[in-house]
């Protein structure tokens, strides 16, 4: 049987980071898309920036 993955969603402040960290505390590979995956840059040019907001949210392209 082949690795099960499961994708856990829902709106902001609902749980999703807590549930992460303690899967990984559990020992389980467990990725937080916003942390791992994502970065705060210039929409423009794709820079990375420091202390942004939610619209500077920018999704690494997964190459």
């Known amino acids: 049987m ?3 993955n499961y994708l856990i969603e829902g709106v902001s402040g609902t749980g999703k980071t807590s549930v ?3 899967l990984q505390r559990r020992g ?3 990725i937080n898309g916003d942390r791992e995956l994502a970065y705060q840059g210039d929409p423009e040019t794709g ?3 420091d202390g942004l907001g ?3 949210h920018i999704w690494r392209g997964m190459t």
Do not use: F, M
């Open 2 to 4: 082949g690795v099960r």
């Open 20 to 22: 992460c960290k303690e």
């Open 28 to 30: 389980y590979h467990a």
């Open 47 to 49: 820079e990375p920036l």
């Open 54 to 56: 939610h619209e500077h």
